[in-house]
Protein backbone atom coordinates (compact mmCIF):
# COMPACT_ATOMS: atom_id res chain seq x y z
CA UNK A 1 0.00 0.00 0.00
CA UNK A 2 0.88 3.54 -0.86
CA UNK A 3 0.16 6.66 0.73
CA UNK A 4 -0.62 9.29 -1.82
CA UNK A 5 -0.74 13.39 -1.54
CA UNK A 6 -2.25 14.91 -5.09
CA UNK A 7 -1.45 18.73 -5.64
CA UNK A 8 -3.74 20.38 -7.90
CA UNK A 9 -5.39 23.63 -8.88
CA UNK A 10 -8.45 24.16 -6.58
CA UNK A 11 -10.74 24.21 -10.03
CA UNK A 12 -9.43 21.07 -11.12
CA UNK A 13 -9.91 19.38 -7.82
CA UNK A 14 -13.37 17.72 -9.13
CA UNK A 15 -11.55 16.47 -12.47
CA UNK A 16 -8.95 14.63 -9.96
CA UNK A 17 -12.06 13.35 -7.52
CA UNK A 18 -13.67 11.89 -10.82
CA UNK A 19 -9.93 10.69 -12.14
CA UNK A 20 -9.58 8.67 -9.29
CA UNK A 21 -13.31 7.47 -8.46
CA UNK A 22 -13.39 6.17 -12.03
CA UNK A 23 -10.30 4.66 -11.22
CA UNK A 24 -11.64 2.50 -8.23
CA UNK A 25 -8.24 2.26 -6.76
CA UNK A 26 -7.90 5.09 -3.83
CA UNK A 27 -8.76 4.95 -0.41
CA UNK A 28 -9.39 8.36 0.64
CA UNK A 29 -7.64 9.70 3.88
CA UNK A 30 -7.98 12.72 5.70
CA UNK A 31 -5.07 14.87 6.43
CA UNK A 32 -3.77 14.23 9.36
CA UNK A 33 -0.76 17.07 9.78
CA UNK A 34 -1.40 19.59 7.40
CA UNK A 35 -4.50 21.12 8.78
CA UNK A 36 -2.51 24.65 9.59
CA UNK A 37 -1.14 24.72 6.22
CA UNK A 38 -4.28 23.69 4.50
CA UNK A 39 -7.09 25.18 6.33
CA UNK A 40 -9.60 25.34 4.19
CA UNK A 41 -12.51 22.57 3.22
CA UNK A 42 -13.75 23.67 -0.47
CA UNK A 43 -15.84 20.31 -0.84
CA UNK A 44 -18.21 20.70 2.06
CA UNK A 45 -20.71 23.10 0.68
CA UNK A 46 -21.17 20.96 -2.41
CA UNK A 47 -21.24 18.08 0.21
CA UNK A 48 -24.48 19.73 2.34
CA UNK A 49 -25.67 20.56 -1.37
CA UNK A 50 -25.90 16.83 -2.19
CA UNK A 51 -27.04 15.27 0.84
CA UNK A 52 -29.86 17.61 1.08
CA UNK A 53 -30.33 16.42 -2.72
CA UNK A 54 -29.63 12.91 -1.91
CA UNK A 55 -32.18 12.98 0.92
CA UNK A 56 -34.91 14.54 -1.45
CA UNK A 57 -34.52 11.79 -3.79
CA UNK A 58 -34.91 9.05 -1.45
CA UNK A 59 -38.12 10.70 -0.30
CA UNK A 60 -39.46 10.38 -3.70
CA UNK A 61 -38.05 7.08 -4.27
CA UNK A 62 -40.32 5.29 -1.53
CA UNK A 63 -42.66 7.57 -3.10
CA UNK A 64 -42.92 6.00 -6.46
CA UNK A 65 -41.39 2.84 -5.20
CA UNK A 66 -38.07 3.47 -7.82
CA UNK A 67 -35.93 0.69 -8.55
CA UNK A 68 -32.62 2.94 -8.81
CA UNK A 69 -30.75 0.03 -10.48
CA UNK A 70 -33.21 0.37 -13.37
CA UNK A 71 -31.87 3.65 -14.18
CA UNK A 72 -28.55 3.79 -16.87
CA UNK A 73 -25.50 5.20 -15.45
CA UNK A 74 -24.43 8.37 -17.03
CA UNK A 75 -21.36 9.11 -18.79
CA UNK A 76 -18.76 9.84 -16.19
CA UNK A 77 -18.14 13.77 -16.64
CA UNK A 78 -17.69 16.69 -14.14
CA UNK A 79 -20.87 18.01 -11.55
CA UNK A 80 -20.33 21.43 -10.54
CA UNK A 81 -21.81 23.07 -8.00
CA UNK A 82 -24.68 25.32 -9.54
CA UNK A 83 -25.73 21.81 -11.29
CA UNK A 84 -26.04 20.55 -8.35
CA UNK A 85 -28.05 23.18 -6.61
CA UNK A 86 -30.56 23.19 -9.47
CA UNK A 87 -30.77 19.46 -9.22
CA UNK A 88 -31.48 20.06 -5.68
CA UNK A 89 -34.02 22.72 -6.52
CA UNK A 90 -35.71 20.20 -8.68
CA UNK A 91 -36.37 17.48 -6.66
CA UNK A 92 -37.42 19.92 -3.67
CA UNK A 93 -40.13 21.04 -6.74
CA UNK A 94 -40.60 17.13 -7.32
CA UNK A 95 -40.83 16.59 -3.64
CA UNK A 96 -43.41 19.24 -3.09
CA UNK A 97 -45.76 17.50 -5.77
CA UNK A 98 -45.19 13.91 -4.29
CA UNK A 99 -45.69 15.29 -0.41
CA UNK A 100 -49.27 16.82 -2.17
CA UNK A 101 -50.27 13.45 -3.23
CA UNK A 102 -49.16 12.13 -0.23
CA UNK A 103 -51.39 14.18 2.16
CA UNK A 104 -54.04 13.56 -0.10
CA UNK A 105 -53.60 9.78 0.06
CA UNK A 106 -52.90 10.03 3.92
CA UNK A 107 -56.63 12.22 4.14
CA UNK A 108 -58.22 9.28 1.95
CA UNK A 109 -56.95 6.57 3.89
CA UNK A 110 -58.22 7.97 7.33
CA UNK A 111 -61.65 8.78 5.84
CA UNK A 112 -61.72 5.32 4.61
CA UNK A 113 -60.61 4.04 8.14
CA UNK A 114 -63.40 6.12 9.85
CA UNK A 115 -66.04 4.70 7.12
CA UNK A 116 -64.77 1.07 8.18
CA UNK A 117 -65.46 1.45 11.74
CA UNK A 118 -68.81 3.61 11.62
CA UNK A 119 -69.50 0.28 9.71
CA UNK A 120 -68.28 -1.79 11.86
CA UNK A 121 -69.88 -0.25 14.73
CA UNK A 122 -73.36 -0.02 12.98
CA UNK A 123 -73.77 -3.50 12.74
CA UNK A 124 -74.21 -3.98 16.33
CA UNK A 125 -77.47 -1.86 16.00
CA UNK A 126 -78.31 -3.40 12.07
CA UNK A 127 -81.36 -5.34 14.26
CA UNK A 128 -82.75 -2.16 16.14
CA UNK A 129 -85.41 -0.55 13.45
CA UNK A 130 -85.28 3.21 15.27
CA UNK A 131 -83.86 6.22 14.87
CA UNK A 132 -79.87 6.31 16.12
CA UNK A 133 -80.53 10.02 17.23
CA UNK A 134 -82.88 9.38 19.33
CA UNK A 135 -80.46 6.85 21.42
CA UNK A 136 -77.89 9.70 22.20
CA UNK A 137 -79.72 10.64 25.08
CA UNK A 138 -79.42 14.37 24.14
CA UNK A 139 -83.09 14.95 23.86
CA UNK A 140 -84.94 16.73 26.89
CA UNK A 141 -87.93 14.28 27.91
CA UNK A 142 -86.01 11.05 26.75
CA UNK A 143 -83.79 9.24 28.84
CA UNK A 144 -82.66 6.82 26.26
CA UNK A 145 -79.71 3.71 26.78
CA UNK A 146 -77.76 1.39 24.62
CA UNK A 147 -75.83 -1.40 26.30
CA UNK A 148 -74.82 -4.62 27.13
CA UNK A 149 -75.38 -6.80 30.25
CA UNK A 150 -75.33 -10.48 31.20
CA UNK A 151 -78.06 -12.81 30.24
CA UNK A 152 -78.33 -13.77 34.16
CA UNK A 153 -79.55 -10.10 34.82
CA UNK A 154 -81.91 -9.16 32.10
CA UNK A 155 -84.92 -10.47 33.66
CA UNK A 156 -84.10 -8.77 37.07
CA UNK A 157 -83.70 -5.67 35.43
CA UNK A 158 -86.36 -5.91 32.91
CA UNK A 159 -89.01 -5.95 35.97
CA UNK A 160 -87.03 -3.22 37.66
CA UNK A 161 -87.35 -0.77 35.07
CA UNK A 162 -91.09 -1.78 34.50
CA UNK A 163 -91.56 -0.72 38.35
CA UNK A 164 -89.92 3.08 37.30
CA UNK A 165 -91.93 2.91 33.55
CA UNK A 166 -88.82 2.52 31.92
CA UNK A 167 -89.20 0.02 28.62
CA UNK A 168 -86.42 -2.75 27.92
CA UNK A 169 -85.98 -4.19 24.11
CA UNK A 170 -83.20 -6.88 23.47
CA UNK A 171 -82.04 -6.49 20.42
CA UNK A 172 -78.83 -8.90 20.21
CA UNK A 173 -77.45 -11.36 22.20
CA UNK A 174 -73.68 -12.99 22.10
CA UNK A 175 -71.71 -14.53 24.10
CA UNK A 176 -74.00 -15.04 27.35
CA UNK A 177 -74.56 -10.91 26.74
CA UNK A 178 -77.41 -9.18 25.64
CA UNK A 179 -77.40 -6.01 23.85
CA UNK A 180 -80.52 -4.18 24.80
CA UNK A 181 -81.86 -0.27 24.86
CA UNK A 182 -83.96 1.60 27.62
CA UNK A 183 -85.82 4.27 27.07
CA UNK A 184 -88.43 5.90 29.69
CA UNK A 185 -89.24 9.64 30.71
CA UNK A 186 -86.29 11.92 31.69
CA UNK A 187 -86.46 13.35 35.22
CA UNK A 188 -83.84 13.86 37.90
CA UNK A 189 -85.45 11.29 40.54
CA UNK A 190 -85.81 8.39 38.17
CA UNK A 191 -82.04 9.35 36.29
CA UNK A 192 -80.05 8.58 39.72
CA UNK A 193 -82.51 5.61 40.47
CA UNK A 194 -81.78 3.87 36.82
CA UNK A 195 -78.14 4.75 36.87
CA UNK A 196 -78.17 2.36 40.36
CA UNK A 197 -80.14 -0.16 38.91
CA UNK A 198 -78.48 -0.55 35.57
CA UNK A 199 -74.52 -0.34 38.05
CA UNK A 200 -75.86 -3.22 39.30
CA UNK A 201 -76.91 -5.31 36.41
CA UNK A 202 -73.17 -4.95 35.59
CA UNK A 203 -74.47 -2.47 32.80
CA UNK A 204 -71.54 -1.76 29.82
CA UNK A 205 -73.11 1.45 27.64
CA UNK A 206 -72.19 0.58 24.10
CA UNK A 207 -71.22 4.99 22.43
CA UNK A 208 -73.09 5.87 19.64
CA UNK A 209 -71.25 7.56 17.02
CA UNK A 210 -72.80 11.09 16.51
CA UNK A 211 -72.27 10.31 12.92
CA UNK A 212 -75.70 7.90 13.57
CA UNK A 213 -78.15 9.98 13.16
CA UNK A 214 -81.40 8.19 11.58
CA UNK A 215 -82.16 4.59 10.83
CA UNK A 216 -79.61 1.35 10.33
CA UNK A 217 -80.41 0.82 6.62
CA UNK A 218 -80.52 4.94 5.82
CA UNK A 219 -77.11 5.19 7.89
CA UNK A 220 -75.79 1.89 5.82
CA UNK A 221 -76.66 3.44 2.58
CA UNK A 222 -74.89 6.69 3.89
CA UNK A 223 -71.54 4.80 4.15
CA UNK A 224 -71.71 3.13 1.50
CA UNK A 225 -71.81 6.31 -0.77
CA UNK A 226 -68.83 7.48 1.56
CA UNK A 227 -67.03 4.63 0.95
CA UNK A 228 -67.66 4.96 -3.35
CA UNK A 229 -66.43 8.50 -2.68
CA UNK A 230 -63.60 7.33 -1.52
CA UNK A 231 -62.37 4.98 -3.86
CA UNK A 232 -63.33 7.86 -6.84
CA UNK A 233 -60.88 10.20 -4.99
CA UNK A 234 -58.33 6.84 -4.78
CA UNK A 235 -58.48 6.10 -8.42
CA UNK A 236 -58.36 10.21 -9.42
CA UNK A 237 -55.44 10.62 -7.52
CA UNK A 238 -53.59 6.94 -8.45
CA UNK A 239 -54.30 8.83 -12.14
CA UNK A 240 -52.77 11.70 -11.10
CA UNK A 241 -49.58 10.00 -9.66
CA UNK A 242 -49.22 7.95 -12.52
CA UNK A 243 -49.26 11.35 -14.71
CA UNK A 244 -47.06 13.15 -12.36
CA UNK A 245 -44.58 10.36 -12.74
CA UNK A 246 -44.14 10.41 -16.56
CA UNK A 247 -44.23 14.45 -16.53
CA UNK A 248 -41.26 14.26 -14.05
CA UNK A 249 -39.51 11.05 -15.63
CA UNK A 250 -36.89 12.96 -17.32
CA UNK A 251 -36.16 15.33 -14.55
CA UNK A 252 -36.15 12.55 -12.38
CA UNK A 253 -33.85 10.61 -14.53
CA UNK A 254 -31.59 13.46 -15.19
CA UNK A 255 -31.09 14.46 -11.26
CA UNK A 256 -30.26 10.52 -10.62
CA UNK A 257 -27.48 10.59 -12.66
CA UNK A 258 -26.24 13.74 -11.35
CA UNK A 259 -26.37 12.51 -8.50
CA UNK A 260 -24.12 9.57 -9.37
CA UNK A 261 -21.78 11.52 -10.32
CA UNK A 262 -21.62 14.05 -7.82
CA UNK A 263 -21.65 11.12 -5.19
CA UNK A 264 -17.45 10.59 -4.73
CA UNK A 265 -17.26 14.24 -4.91
CA UNK A 266 -19.20 14.81 -1.78
CA UNK A 267 -17.46 11.84 -0.49
CA UNK A 268 -14.22 13.61 -0.37
CA UNK A 269 -15.52 16.68 1.37
CA UNK A 270 -14.25 15.83 4.56
CA UNK A 271 -10.49 14.64 2.83
CA UNK A 272 -9.84 17.33 0.32
CA UNK A 273 -8.22 20.62 2.01
CA UNK A 274 -7.02 23.62 -0.01
CA UNK A 275 -5.35 27.31 0.87
CA UNK A 276 -6.71 29.70 -1.59
CA UNK A 277 -6.24 28.41 -5.71
CA UNK A 278 -4.34 24.72 -4.60
CA UNK A 279 -6.17 21.81 -3.28
CA UNK A 280 -4.21 18.90 -1.99
CA UNK A 281 -5.86 14.96 -1.72
CA UNK A 282 -4.91 12.23 0.08
CA UNK A 283 -5.43 8.41 0.62
CA UNK A 284 -4.36 5.03 0.10
CA UNK A 285 -3.70 2.97 -3.22
CA UNK A 286 -2.56 -0.24 -3.80
CA UNK A 287 1.20 -0.34 -4.70
CA UNK A 288 0.75 -2.25 -8.13
CA UNK A 289 -2.09 0.18 -8.90
CA UNK A 290 -0.34 3.24 -9.02
CA UNK A 291 0.25 3.25 -12.55
CA UNK A 292 -3.64 2.93 -12.82
CA UNK A 293 -4.22 5.53 -11.00
CA UNK A 294 -1.73 7.87 -12.74
CA UNK A 295 -2.87 7.21 -16.35
CA UNK A 296 -6.06 8.36 -14.93
CA UNK A 297 -5.48 11.60 -13.76
CA UNK A 298 -3.24 12.62 -16.65
CA UNK A 299 -6.13 11.74 -19.24
CA UNK A 300 -8.44 13.64 -17.51
CA UNK A 301 -6.42 16.64 -16.54
CA UNK A 302 -5.09 19.48 -18.70
CA UNK A 303 -3.31 21.37 -16.30
CA UNK A 304 -0.30 20.37 -14.05
CA UNK A 305 -0.16 18.40 -11.23
CA UNK A 306 1.90 16.76 -8.73
CA UNK A 307 1.27 13.01 -7.63
CA UNK A 308 3.60 12.04 -4.89
CA UNK A 309 3.87 8.64 -3.52
CA UNK A 310 5.32 6.96 -0.51
CA UNK A 311 5.59 3.97 1.56
CA UNK A 312 3.26 4.30 4.94
CA UNK A 313 5.76 5.25 8.24
CA UNK A 314 5.34 3.03 11.27
CA UNK A 315 3.46 5.76 12.94
CA UNK A 316 1.08 5.39 9.74
CA UNK A 317 0.29 1.66 10.08
CA UNK A 318 -2.38 1.43 12.23
CA UNK A 319 -4.23 3.58 9.86
CA UNK A 320 -3.18 2.45 6.82
CA UNK A 321 -6.02 -0.01 5.15
CA UNK A 322 -5.78 -3.76 4.31
CA UNK A 323 -6.71 -4.97 0.91
CA UNK A 324 -8.38 -8.21 1.80
CA UNK A 325 -8.96 -10.45 -1.60
CA UNK A 326 -9.96 -13.80 -1.52
CA UNK A 327 -12.09 -16.23 -3.55
CA UNK A 328 -15.83 -15.70 -3.80
CA UNK A 329 -16.22 -19.01 -2.29
CA UNK A 330 -14.42 -17.88 0.74
CA UNK A 331 -16.71 -14.93 1.46
CA UNK A 332 -18.37 -16.83 4.54
CA UNK A 333 -15.11 -17.53 5.83
CA UNK A 334 -14.03 -14.71 5.42
CA UNK A 335 -17.27 -12.80 6.65
CA UNK A 336 -16.20 -15.22 10.05
CA UNK A 337 -12.73 -13.64 10.38
CA UNK A 338 -14.42 -10.54 9.87
CA UNK A 339 -16.54 -11.17 12.78
CA UNK A 340 -13.66 -10.92 15.06
CA UNK A 341 -11.40 -8.12 12.80
CA UNK A 342 -9.91 -6.57 9.86
CA UNK A 343 -6.58 -7.66 9.42
CA UNK A 344 -4.22 -4.60 10.23
CA UNK A 345 -1.98 -3.50 7.45
CA UNK A 346 1.18 -5.56 7.15
CA UNK A 347 -0.41 -7.94 9.20
CA UNK A 348 -0.42 -12.03 8.37
CA UNK A 349 -4.62 -12.20 7.11
CA UNK A 350 -5.32 -15.21 8.66
CA UNK A 351 -8.87 -16.27 6.15
CA UNK A 352 -7.05 -19.25 4.36
CA UNK A 353 -5.53 -20.53 7.58
CA UNK A 354 -9.09 -19.84 9.59
CA UNK A 355 -10.85 -21.57 6.48
CA UNK A 356 -8.38 -24.75 6.18
CA UNK A 357 -8.15 -25.67 10.11
CA UNK A 358 -11.99 -24.82 10.67
CA UNK A 359 -13.03 -27.45 7.76
CA UNK A 360 -10.39 -29.80 9.23
CA UNK A 361 -11.44 -29.49 12.96
CA UNK A 362 -15.54 -29.93 11.73
CA UNK A 363 -14.34 -32.72 10.25
CA UNK A 364 -12.62 -34.11 12.90
CA UNK A 365 -15.29 -33.65 14.86
CA UNK A 366 -18.18 -34.48 13.03
CA UNK A 367 -17.12 -37.87 11.07
CA UNK A 368 -19.80 -39.18 9.43
CA UNK A 369 -19.90 -40.18 5.82
CA UNK A 370 -23.86 -40.34 5.38
CA UNK A 371 -24.94 -37.07 7.34
CA UNK A 372 -21.78 -35.52 5.64
CA UNK A 373 -22.93 -36.39 2.01
CA UNK A 374 -26.51 -35.13 3.56
CA UNK A 375 -25.30 -31.94 4.31
CA UNK A 376 -23.60 -31.69 1.02
CA UNK A 377 -26.57 -32.76 -0.98
CA UNK A 378 -28.66 -30.23 0.15
CA UNK A 379 -26.10 -27.12 0.15
CA UNK A 380 -25.81 -28.08 -3.43
CA UNK A 381 -29.17 -28.36 -4.15
CA UNK A 382 -30.09 -25.05 -2.37
CA UNK A 383 -26.96 -23.47 -3.83
CA UNK A 384 -28.88 -20.31 -5.23
CA UNK A 385 -30.83 -19.58 -2.22
CA UNK A 386 -27.91 -19.91 0.66
CA UNK A 387 -25.81 -18.39 -1.54
CA UNK A 388 -22.37 -17.57 -0.06
CA UNK A 389 -23.27 -20.66 2.37
CA UNK A 390 -23.60 -23.22 0.28
CA UNK A 391 -19.67 -23.53 -0.46
CA UNK A 392 -18.94 -23.43 3.64
CA UNK A 393 -21.60 -26.34 3.99
CA UNK A 394 -20.03 -28.07 0.99
CA UNK A 395 -16.55 -28.31 2.72
CA UNK A 396 -17.52 -28.69 6.26
CA UNK A 397 -19.73 -31.65 4.94
CA UNK A 398 -17.34 -32.87 2.57
CA UNK A 399 -14.62 -32.53 5.53
CA UNK A 400 -17.06 -34.80 7.64
CA UNK A 401 -17.45 -37.77 4.46
CA UNK A 402 -13.57 -37.92 4.77
CA UNK A 403 -13.21 -38.45 8.57
CA UNK A 404 -16.60 -40.89 8.24
CA UNK A 405 -14.37 -42.60 5.98
CA UNK A 406 -11.69 -42.97 7.90
CA UNK A 407 -13.50 -43.68 11.31
CA UNK A 408 -16.02 -46.32 9.28
CA UNK A 409 -18.84 -44.24 10.26
CA UNK A 410 -22.43 -44.10 8.21
CA UNK A 411 -25.61 -42.84 9.56
CA UNK A 412 -24.49 -43.27 12.67
CA UNK A 413 -23.74 -47.17 11.45
CA UNK A 414 -20.00 -47.76 12.99
CA UNK A 415 -19.63 -51.61 11.56
CA UNK A 416 -20.75 -51.28 7.78
CA UNK A 417 -17.83 -49.59 6.75
CA UNK A 418 -14.18 -50.82 7.96
CA UNK A 419 -12.48 -47.64 9.57
CA UNK A 420 -9.32 -46.84 7.08
CA UNK A 421 -7.79 -45.34 9.99
CA UNK A 422 -9.80 -45.65 14.05
CA UNK A 423 -13.06 -45.59 15.22
CA UNK A 424 -12.94 -42.99 17.96
CA UNK A 425 -14.90 -45.02 20.72
CA UNK A 426 -12.76 -47.82 20.54
CA UNK A 427 -9.23 -45.97 20.61
CA UNK A 428 -10.12 -42.84 23.21
CA UNK A 429 -6.71 -42.56 24.75
CA UNK A 430 -5.48 -42.33 21.20
CA UNK A 431 -8.16 -39.52 20.03
CA UNK A 432 -6.92 -37.82 23.29
CA UNK A 433 -3.46 -37.87 22.50
CA UNK A 434 -3.88 -36.49 18.90
CA UNK A 435 -6.19 -33.62 19.96
CA UNK A 436 -3.16 -32.34 22.20
CA UNK A 437 -1.17 -32.71 19.57
CA UNK A 438 -3.01 -30.67 16.51
CA UNK A 439 -3.69 -28.31 19.89
CA UNK A 440 -0.17 -27.51 20.53
CA UNK A 441 0.95 -27.80 16.96
CA UNK A 442 -2.00 -24.65 16.55
CA UNK A 443 -0.67 -22.73 19.31
CA UNK A 444 3.05 -23.04 18.36
CA UNK A 445 1.84 -21.87 14.66
CA UNK A 446 -0.80 -19.09 16.45
CA UNK A 447 2.56 -17.93 18.43
CA UNK A 448 4.81 -17.98 15.27
CA UNK A 449 2.66 -15.69 13.54
CA UNK A 450 2.66 -13.52 16.18
CA UNK A 451 6.25 -13.36 16.25
CA UNK A 452 5.93 -12.38 12.65
CA UNK A 453 3.62 -9.79 13.07
CA UNK A 454 5.62 -8.21 15.84
CA UNK A 455 8.66 -8.19 13.82
CA UNK A 456 6.63 -6.39 11.05
CA UNK A 457 5.45 -3.70 12.99
CA UNK A 458 8.66 -3.24 14.32
CA UNK A 459 8.46 -4.59 17.52
CA UNK A 460 11.72 -7.52 17.15
CA UNK A 461 12.59 -7.33 21.07
CA UNK A 462 9.02 -8.29 22.35
CA UNK A 463 8.44 -10.53 19.52
CA UNK A 464 11.49 -12.21 20.40
CA UNK A 465 11.52 -12.22 24.36
CA UNK A 466 7.64 -11.75 24.95
CA UNK A 467 5.73 -14.53 26.57
CA UNK A 468 3.50 -14.94 23.24
CA UNK A 469 6.97 -14.49 21.56
CA UNK A 470 10.17 -16.87 20.87
CA UNK A 471 11.04 -17.29 23.85
CA UNK A 472 7.21 -17.94 25.32
CA UNK A 473 7.18 -20.69 22.75
CA UNK A 474 10.40 -22.36 23.63
CA UNK A 475 9.80 -22.34 27.39
CA UNK A 476 6.41 -23.95 26.61
CA UNK A 477 8.05 -26.48 24.02
CA UNK A 478 9.95 -27.27 27.00
CA UNK A 479 7.84 -27.64 29.52
CA UNK A 480 6.33 -30.26 27.37
CA UNK A 481 9.59 -31.98 26.57
CA UNK A 482 10.58 -31.90 30.23
CA UNK A 483 7.01 -33.25 31.47
CA UNK A 484 6.90 -36.13 28.51
CA UNK A 485 10.53 -37.26 29.46
CA UNK A 486 8.88 -37.58 32.88
CA UNK A 487 5.92 -39.23 32.61
CA UNK A 488 7.13 -41.61 29.42
CA UNK A 489 10.95 -42.15 30.16
CA UNK A 490 11.26 -41.29 33.76
CA UNK A 491 14.33 -39.37 33.15
CA UNK A 492 14.46 -34.81 33.91
CA UNK A 493 17.93 -34.27 32.71
CA UNK A 494 19.81 -31.10 32.59
CA UNK A 495 18.77 -30.78 28.64
CA UNK A 496 15.49 -30.66 29.96
CA UNK A 497 16.07 -28.37 33.07
CA UNK A 498 18.14 -26.10 30.45
CA UNK A 499 15.12 -26.00 27.59
CA UNK A 500 13.04 -24.40 30.29
CA UNK A 501 15.03 -22.22 32.65
CA UNK A 502 16.77 -20.45 29.98
CA UNK A 503 13.37 -19.15 27.91
CA UNK A 504 12.04 -18.41 31.06
CA UNK A 505 15.11 -16.06 32.17
CA UNK A 506 14.49 -14.03 29.16
CA UNK A 507 10.64 -13.73 29.22
CA UNK A 508 11.03 -12.72 32.76
CA UNK A 509 14.74 -10.43 31.92
CA UNK A 510 12.45 -8.83 29.08
CA UNK A 511 9.66 -8.47 31.63
CA UNK A 512 12.15 -6.86 34.46
CA UNK A 513 13.17 -4.39 31.55
CA UNK A 514 9.85 -3.52 30.63
CA UNK A 515 7.98 -2.63 33.54
CA UNK A 516 8.69 0.57 35.11
CA UNK A 517 7.86 0.35 39.13
CA UNK A 518 9.76 0.17 42.23
CA UNK A 519 12.25 -3.15 42.35
CA UNK A 520 9.96 -4.87 45.11
CA UNK A 521 6.55 -4.55 42.55
CA UNK A 522 8.26 -5.29 39.84
CA UNK A 523 9.23 -8.93 40.80
CA UNK A 524 6.03 -9.10 41.81
CA UNK A 525 4.52 -8.50 38.84
CA UNK A 526 7.17 -10.21 36.51
CA UNK A 527 6.58 -13.37 38.59
CA UNK A 528 2.70 -13.02 38.13
CA UNK A 529 2.80 -12.49 34.30
CA UNK A 530 5.38 -14.93 33.93
CA UNK A 531 3.24 -17.32 35.78
CA UNK A 532 -0.11 -16.61 33.24
CA UNK A 533 1.99 -16.61 30.35
CA UNK A 534 3.21 -20.33 30.71
CA UNK A 535 -0.91 -20.77 32.35
CA UNK A 536 -2.63 -19.32 29.57
CA UNK A 537 -0.33 -22.03 26.74
CA UNK A 538 -1.32 -24.78 28.92
CA UNK A 539 -5.11 -23.97 28.96
CA UNK A 540 -5.22 -23.41 25.65
CA UNK A 541 -3.58 -26.94 24.53
CA UNK A 542 -6.09 -28.55 26.78
CA UNK A 543 -9.20 -26.58 25.43
CA UNK A 544 -8.33 -28.42 22.11
CA UNK A 545 -9.18 -31.33 23.96
CA UNK A 546 -13.09 -30.72 23.04
CA UNK A 547 -11.99 -31.69 19.86
CA UNK A 548 -11.24 -35.59 20.60
CA UNK A 549 -14.66 -35.16 22.90
CA UNK A 550 -17.14 -34.12 20.21
CA UNK A 551 -15.46 -36.52 18.39
CA UNK A 552 -16.48 -39.42 21.25
CA UNK A 553 -19.81 -37.74 21.61
CA UNK A 554 -20.67 -38.40 17.85
CA UNK A 555 -20.20 -41.98 18.29
CA UNK A 556 -21.94 -42.01 21.90
CA UNK A 557 -24.93 -40.09 20.42
CA UNK A 558 -25.25 -42.77 17.49
CA UNK A 559 -25.26 -45.65 20.67
CA UNK A 560 -28.15 -43.90 22.33
CA UNK A 561 -29.71 -43.88 19.26
CA UNK A 562 -29.78 -47.78 18.33
CA UNK A 563 -30.32 -48.47 21.68
CA UNK A 564 -33.49 -46.38 21.51
CA UNK A 565 -34.32 -47.70 18.30
CA UNK A 566 -34.02 -51.61 19.46
CA UNK A 567 -36.49 -51.29 21.74
CA UNK A 568 -39.17 -50.81 19.30
CA UNK A 569 -40.61 -52.60 16.40
CA UNK A 570 -39.47 -52.45 12.84
CA UNK A 571 -40.91 -49.30 11.55
CA UNK A 572 -40.60 -48.00 14.95
CA UNK A 573 -36.45 -48.63 14.42
CA UNK A 574 -36.27 -47.04 11.44
CA UNK A 575 -37.96 -44.04 12.13
CA UNK A 576 -35.57 -43.72 15.33
CA UNK A 577 -32.73 -44.18 13.31
CA UNK A 578 -33.51 -41.59 10.28
CA UNK A 579 -34.94 -38.66 12.77
CA UNK A 580 -32.24 -39.92 15.55
CA UNK A 581 -29.49 -38.79 12.49
CA UNK A 582 -31.97 -35.81 11.85
CA UNK A 583 -31.64 -34.56 15.01
CA UNK A 584 -27.62 -35.58 15.39
CA UNK A 585 -27.20 -33.25 12.30
CA UNK A 586 -28.99 -30.07 13.46
CA UNK A 587 -28.46 -29.94 17.21
CA UNK A 588 -24.38 -31.39 17.50
CA UNK A 589 -23.80 -30.16 13.69
CA UNK A 590 -24.80 -26.82 15.16
CA UNK A 591 -22.99 -27.14 18.87
CA UNK A 592 -19.63 -28.72 16.51
CA UNK A 593 -20.11 -25.31 14.49
CA UNK A 594 -19.80 -22.75 17.11
CA UNK A 595 -17.21 -24.65 19.16
CA UNK A 596 -14.80 -24.95 16.26
CA UNK A 597 -15.35 -21.37 15.85
CA UNK A 598 -14.67 -20.90 19.74
CA UNK A 599 -11.28 -22.30 19.61
CA UNK A 600 -10.48 -19.76 16.51
CA UNK A 601 -11.16 -17.17 18.13
CA UNK A 602 -9.82 -17.83 21.35
CA UNK A 603 -7.28 -20.28 21.16
CA UNK A 604 -5.68 -18.98 18.04
CA UNK A 605 -6.74 -15.53 17.08
CA UNK A 606 -6.39 -13.93 20.62
CA UNK A 607 -2.31 -15.15 20.12
CA UNK A 608 -1.80 -12.96 16.93
CA UNK A 609 -4.52 -11.25 15.32
CA UNK A 610 -5.33 -7.52 16.60
CA UNK A 611 -8.13 -7.19 14.27
CA UNK A 612 -7.93 -3.79 14.66
CA UNK A 613 -7.45 -2.96 11.00
CA UNK A 614 -9.46 -1.16 8.32
CA UNK A 615 -10.94 -2.34 4.79
CA UNK A 616 -9.68 -1.02 2.17
CA UNK A 617 -12.52 0.94 0.39
CA UNK A 618 -11.83 2.77 -2.78
CA UNK A 619 -13.36 5.77 -3.88
CA UNK A 620 -16.34 4.90 -7.06
CA UNK A 621 -18.56 6.41 -9.01
CA UNK A 622 -22.08 5.12 -7.71
CA UNK A 623 -23.18 2.67 -9.92
CA UNK A 624 -26.83 2.31 -8.70
Request: net charge negative; glycine share 8%.
Amino acid sequence: MRRIILHCLKDDASTAVLALAEAGVMHPEEASSNDKDLPELPGRDYQQIYHAAHARLEKIQHHMNLDLAAFASATPRVVGEAELLQVNDDLGELWRQCSDIEEQERRLAEENKIINDLAQTLKNFSLLDVDLGLLQGNTRFLDARVGIIPMTNLDRLREALGLEEYFLSVFGIAENNARIVIAGLRNAHSEKKIGALLEAADWRTIPLPIEFKGRPEKLKEELANRRLAVDKDRLVLRAEREIRHIECSVKLMNAIQVLRLAAPHAEMAEVLRGRGGLSVIQGWIPHDQIQTAWTALEDRFTRPFVLETRAPTLDERTRTPSLVKHPPWLDLFLTLVKGYGVPRYGEFDPTWLFAISYVLMFGIMFGDLGQGAVIVGLAGYFRQRLGHIAPFLMAVGGASMIFGILYGSLFCFEDLLPALWMSPLKDPARMLMLALYWGVGFIVLSTLLSVRNRIVDGHVLEALFDGKGLAGIAAYLGLLWGGYSGMVYSQFGNGEKFAIIIPLLLMLGYKWHELDFPPGEKILVMLIEGFDAMMNYFSNTLSFLRVAAFSLNHVALAFAIFAVADMMGTTGHWLTVVFGNIFIMVLEGGVVAIQVLRLEYYESFSRFFSGDGREFKPLMLWKS
